[in-house]
RNA sequence: GCGCGCGUAGCUCAGCUGGUUAGAGCGCUACCCUGAUAAGGUAGAGGUCCCAAGUUCGAAUCUUGGCGCGCGCACCA
């Protein structure tokens, strides 16, 4: 005996059951020592970080994660799955904070880096048990008890040597960088902080006047006229740049006469700006001049401070290459100068503004000793310094106005309007407006390796394909170096020491090279902290603020000491070195590293590809791409440089949007938490919904009313199946456990040992077919599996098991409930062969469906194979091979022909439908007319009228031999093949076809094969492949027209088919109410009709013996019924029947 | 502003290299079947395939330009 099951399927409480079961068996560890020493199939996690809630969208990555490992392994690879946290960075920082009550870097300080980054350590793990057990409850198998974790000391040290390695070949470097700066808390800001920033808001916009000097280098009375919206930058200002090929106007004003106003200035402006700045003004101006942007440049100006300009200072200096030029407050040729807005004059104050500085940096190369230096005059807390007194000690944006002011009372303030622009604020202090701003930090040369970078993204195979030239290509393509360093806390500390007094740097690639170092001192901060509280972690020898405490003997000035750099670094770096690091690589796990890379298949969402995609991307193209890397322990080998490295392919998933289409967001409800979804419908519903419902690149819209809707349709079908299996292989005694001793792992081969087992080849055509799907699914499933399109995938298997539910078992039922039991080789042989088919089909597909749906597929294999079996398989059905299906069993004739059946019977019902029959009434005959089948096709159809005849309930079924009675039929174009050859013909030879008559055409196709059109353009030749023959039902019959048949029923009732129709009518409705008495398919009734209609009665009198049969009535009378019988009066197309049913009990065996 | 993606039925989405009547599921309506039964089947209603121009014998599909939405960039990696 099958285990019994339950028609209404508890898929929660039944993964429940399961996860147990993996649990306790150990099933995932068993799934990897089975594989061991196979081929491997590589998986990298992209760690996630278990400071947030997991939400719906990591259900997704983790499905996706979770279903390739699972599919290669049972295709017979090892795929060992380590697990991987992400622990550093401001999002913990920030976390611990509002923990805290706290917000700016000052307040830590006073706070305590050592209490803070404790904090941070245990914060890191705030919501791990919600991320371990949504992990297990969705059926993602990954080892989390080896995870990496990204602040343990080995990863740390692993990520040492990636930047000593970096820094020894002169890749990782200190520069200046211009960021966007928050003055009230001390740090500059990441990417996604400044973009929560932005407000609308009104700042000043101010047109000021730059004099041009002449060349005694006094001021003129023409002027340059610049614009900014942050008048605090201009006693900054160093250049003022204009665009080389535009033209540009110098204007004057007039009066109303026209003639020029004595004294007025001239003003330097773009010419296609030239009439703007009037307007603005209300004036009136004339050109004077007109000048080419080029002939602007190397001219001197008055800058609008004199900040720096104190009396006597030189104001040349020597180029490189001889001559002598001015070094600030000259004007200069940028391509950014647009005529958008503005003047075309663009104030640069490199201190400022991310193209100044790079004004300032194209400067300086052009003269000897280094050119003009950065000119700064604001603190890093956002004030002015004594350099600009008239703004010392405040705010800069606060000194806006009184410099505007100033400018005015000097004659310089052109023009004052105000400005609405989006200008970004502090996310965490809105009303902190942040400020560019220049920071020492150190960079990554990525950009000098941009075409690696691009010749390895080349190699991806990403999905969807356009992120490689897309997405991901443009971003690499303008590739600028990697800032790295950040000024904050909780981060992998840089491993850069500097000597105290040359400046000299040096990394160090692991902490035991820093112990290692002479004179090295201050380890013992770490030791009595640890002294002092035993618990703290280990991990932390190597994370601020004890690693600052170590110093050691500089090598470059003897008696000087070495001193860690205070930077952290950006955490990108960390889980883009996870390829290596999460095996400690160089320092240890060599052997791991050198299997296991690079990963055969990543997955994240599209935010990665900025993120963990570029940053695994770049650092494995700099260490191990070209040369490779330039320092390695003794005996350690670099992986090899072919690309591409570290994955081949990665599916880059949709973003997730909530029920309403929105962001899914915590305060806006819009979204299901992921265990109401796993109560309500459990993991392998939700799993369906991501695999099946959508290519996994699409914006998924996560709504639990779809994945409600999504579980009928193959789910609960599949359970049906498998229940219909269960019930009646119980009934009939068929257990594979006693017919069969070595069961194998129950493939086709395995069960061909079976007692009572026949070759498919004998059995009916049915099984035939159901085993050719089967097969041809498998085949088809593993080839899109391969090529990671599980979409596709799951849809072969979704219409594999329509196939089985809706057409296998269907037409099977008959066979399922004849005589004579299938527990034996002596019992009924058709029977037990539809059994060993559905057995066989419903094993295969739940394989098929494993990694998919693991749950019920495992519950699937627990019963039907484990069940019965024992320890003589697989204990889980995630032990067993994937089918590939079996090349024997494909018959490509077999399905196709089914189909045409298939659409047959469905036409039949349409024409049924049309014409108000319903299936009970049985009908004289059905008729099809092929539009365009072979002949073989056709005399196979026609061999299978039982079949149509049964589906449709007539009694007669042939292909038809006067079809012209019923349809008309025309000849159409086949376009595709006809329209690369007549090109322009075509529609000439389209009307052509279409009016001549179709008759004559077949008969001159059937003579000579071809037919000549003679066109007004020319001469066609049609062959009879050319052209496609459309059969449409004539009016007046009960008709149905598909693309392949047209068919028709004989709507004409004869007495004795009515009569007919009756019974079945009535045998309805007693099982209608056998039903409502809720009896057992296997309970005897008395049954007795009334009925004051003659011809009804009459009716019931004929087919009284095949109602008895089927309604399993014991006793058939007519008349008042039984003594305690119940009684219901009907109607019957007409006719009022009462019926007694008086339930006897059961029987011992089915009818 | 720039880049990428998307726009197809009430909803969620397929639709490969251009081809004849644009599909599926769900929902709705009607009918049917029912010894898998809280399942199953058939049909109907519902579409200017975002708009416009172009290429072509032929465009949902290719090109260009708009419009709308999303994301990314604009700090930065």
């Not at 730059?210 to 614009?227: E, I, S």
């Not at 320092?631 to 490295?645: F, I, K, N, Q, S």
């Not at 059969?1031 to 009515?1058: F, I, K, M, N, S």
Request: hydrophobic share 40%; aromatic share 10%.
């Amino acid at each position: 005996m099958f285990e019994p099951v339950r028609g209404k399927p508890d898929f929660p409480a039944n993964e429940l059951a399961i996860l147990a079961f993996w649990r306790d068996a150990l099933i995932y560890r068993k799934s990897l020592e089975q594989r061991a020493g196979e081929e491997r199939f590589v998986f990298f996690e992209g760690p996630p970080t278990a400071n947030g809630m997991p939400h719906p969208g990591h259900c997704l990555t983790r499905t996706i994660k979770d279903l390739y490992p699972r599919y290669q392994t049972m295709r017979g690879r090892l795929c060992e799955r380590k697990g991987g946290w992400d622990t550093h960075g401001l999002p913990v920082e920030v976390e611990v904070c509002k923990a805290l009550g706290i917000h700016s870097k000052a307040q830590i300080e006073e706070y305590g880096v050592e209490p803070f980054i404790h904090r941070c350590q245990e914060s890191v793990w705030r919501y791990m048990k919600e991320w371990e057990s949504l992990t297990e409850r969705i059926g993602f198998w990954i080892d989390l008890s080896e995870a990496y974790v990204t602040y343990h000391k080995a990863y740390v040290e692993s990520v040492w040597w990636a930047l000593a390695d970096l820094f020894d070949r002169g890749l990782l470097y200190r520069g200046h960088k211009i960021v966007w700066w928050w003055a009230q808390g001390g740090t500059a800001l990441s990417s996604g902080e400044v973009g929560q920033g932005y407000k609308e808001v009104a700042d000043p916009s101010v047109f000021v006047a730059f004099p041009l000097l002449d060349d005694a280098g006094k001021p003129t009375n023409r002027c340059l006229v610049a614009w900014t919206t942050t008048p605090w930058t201009l006693p900054a200002n160093q250049f003022a740049a204009v665009k080389a090929d535009l033209p540009y106007a110098v204007i004057r004003e007039t009066t109303a006469e026209g003639a020029f106003v004595d004294g007025a200035p001239e003003f330097v402006v773009a010419a296609a700006l030239a009439a703007s700045l009037p307007e603005k003004l209300k004036k009136t101006f004339a050109t004077v001049a007109t000048i080419a942007g080029r002939d602007l440049v190397g001219r001197s100006y008055l800058p609008p401070f004199d900040t720096y300009r104190p009396e006597g200072m030189p104001r040349e200096s020597p180029l490189v290459g001889g001559g002598r030029s001015p070094a600030a407050w000259r004007i200069v040729a940028a391509d950014f100068v647009t005529t958008d807005s503005g003047t075309g004059i663009v104030h640069v104050a490199p201190a400022f503004g991310e193209v100044d500085y790079g004004v300032l940096m194209a400067e300086q190369p052009r003269f000897e000793s280094g050119g003009p230096a950065l000119l700064n005059c604001v603190a890093p807390d956002g004030t002015f310094t004594d350099e600009f007194p008239m703004g010392s000690g405040r705010f800069v944006k606060e000194c806006d106005r009184d410099i505007t002011r100033d400018l005015k009372a000097r004659g310089l303030l052109v023009h004052q309007e105000q400005f609405v622009h989006d200008y970004p604020f502090c996310w965490r202090a809105d009303s902190d407006p942040l400020i560019q701003y220049p920071r020492a930090s150190w960079f990554i040369r990525t950009s000098q390796f941009r075409d690696a970078m691009l010749a390895n993204n080349a190699r991806i195979d990403w999905l969807p394909e356009h992120i490689k030239a897309g997405r991901f290509g443009n971003f690499l393509e303008t590739n600028v170096d990697w800032a790295l360093s950040r000024e904050r806390y909780w981060g992998t500390p840089l491993p850069i020491w500097v000597c105290e007094s040359t400046g000299r740097a040096e990394a160090v690639p692991s902490f035991a090279a820093v112990l290692a170092k002479p004179g090295v001192a201050g380890t013992e901060v770490f030791d009595r902290a640890k002294a002092a509280n035993p618990d703290l972690s280990d991990d932390l020898r190597v994370h601020k603020p004890y690693i600052d405490a170590v110093t050691y003997d500089s090598p470059f000035a003897p008696g000087s000491r070495m001193r860690r750099v205070t930077e952290v670094i950006d955490c990108w770096f960390d889980s883009g070195a996870m390829p290596f690091a999460q095996w400690g690589w160089p320092h240890t796990g060599r052997e791991d590293f050198a299997t296991q890379f690079p990963a055969h298949f990543i997955s994240e969402a599209i935010d990665q590809t900025r993120g963990w995609f570029y940053s695994q991307l770049a650092i494995s193209t700099l260490l191990f791409g070209g040369d490779g890397p330039g320092t390695l322990p003794e005996g350690v080998v670099a992986p090899a440089a072919d690309y591409p490295h570290p994955f081949r392919a990665c599916i880059v998933l949709g973003l997730m949007l909530g029920e309403d289409g929105q962001k899914m967001s915590k305060s806006k409800r819009n979204y299901k938490e992921p265990g109401v979804i796993f109560d309500a419908y459990g993991a392998d519903a939700l799993r369906w919904y991501f695999l099946a419902g959508q290519p996994p690149w699409t914006t998924i819209r996560y709504s639990e009313r779809t994945i409600r809707e999504s579980v009928p349709e193959f789910l609960i079908r599949l359970w049906n199946v498998y229940s219909f299996f269960v019930i009646y292989a119980n009934i009939d005694g068929f257990d594979p456990g006693t017919l069969l001793d070595e069961p194998g792992c129950l493939d086709h081969a395995d069960l061909a040992k079976a007692r009572g087992w026949r070759p498919v080849s004998k059995r009916s055509e049915l099984d035939r077919w159901m085993l050719a799907e089967l097969s041809a699914t498998a085949a088809g499933v593993v080839e899109k599996m391969d090529a990671f399109d599980h979409f596709a995938a799951a849809g072969m298997i979704s219409a594999l098991v329509d196939g089985v539910s809706n057409w296998f078992v269907r037409r099977s039922r008959d066979r399922f409930w004849g005589a004579g039991r299938a527990d034996s080789p002596q019992g009924n042989l058709d029977k037990l062969d539809a059994y060993w088919t559905l057995y066989e089909t419903l094993l295969g597909v739940a394989r098929l469906a494993a990694p998919f749906v693991p749950f019920v597929t495992e519950t699937i294999w627990r019963n039907l194979a484990v069940g019965r079996f024992g320890d003589k398989v697989a204990e889980s059905i995630h032990l067993t091979d994937y089918p590939r299906g079996e090349p024997g069993l494909l018959d490509a004739d077999l399905v196709r022909r089914m189909t045409l059946v298939r659409e047959v019977a469905s036409l039949g019902r349409a024409a049924r439908a049309s014409a108000k029959l319903k299936v009970r009434q049985p009908l004289s005959k059905v008729e099809v007319i092929l539009a365009d089948a072979s002949p073989d096709d056709a005399a196979w159809l026609a061999a299978h009228a039982d079949l149509v005849c049964d589906e449709l309930n007539v009694k007669q079924f042939e292909i038809c031999r006067e079809p012209d009675r019923y349809i008309t039929r025309s000849i159409l174009p086949d376009l595709k093949k006809l329209g690369p050859r007549l090109g322009k013909l075509l529609p000439q030879a389209r009307d052509a076809l279409t009016k001549a008559d179709a008759q004559t055409l077949l008969a001159a196709f059937a003579r000579d094969g071809r037919v000549e059109l003679s066109l007004p353009g020319g001469t066609a030749t049609v062959d009879r492949d050319d052209v496609l023959i459309r059969t449409t039902p004539r009016e007046g019959w009960a008709a149905a027209e598909g693309p392949r048949a047209v068919v028709v029923v004989a709507a004409g009732l004869t007495p004795e088919l009515v009569a007919e129709g009756l019974a079945r009518e009535v045998v309805h409705a007693v099982q209608t109410a056998r039903k409502g008495l809720d009896l057992e398919f296997t309970d005897t009734i008395a049954l007795a009709f009334e009925t004051a209609s003659a011809e009804l009665n009459s009716a019931l009198e004929q087919h009284r013996d095949s109602i008895a049969g089927e309604t399993l009535a014991a006793t058939l009378t007519f008349g008042a019924g039984p003594a305690g019988a119940t009684a219901e009066t009907i109607d019957v197309d007409g006719h009022p029947l009462t019926i007694h049913i008086l339930p006897l009990g059961r029987q011992g065996e089915r009818a």
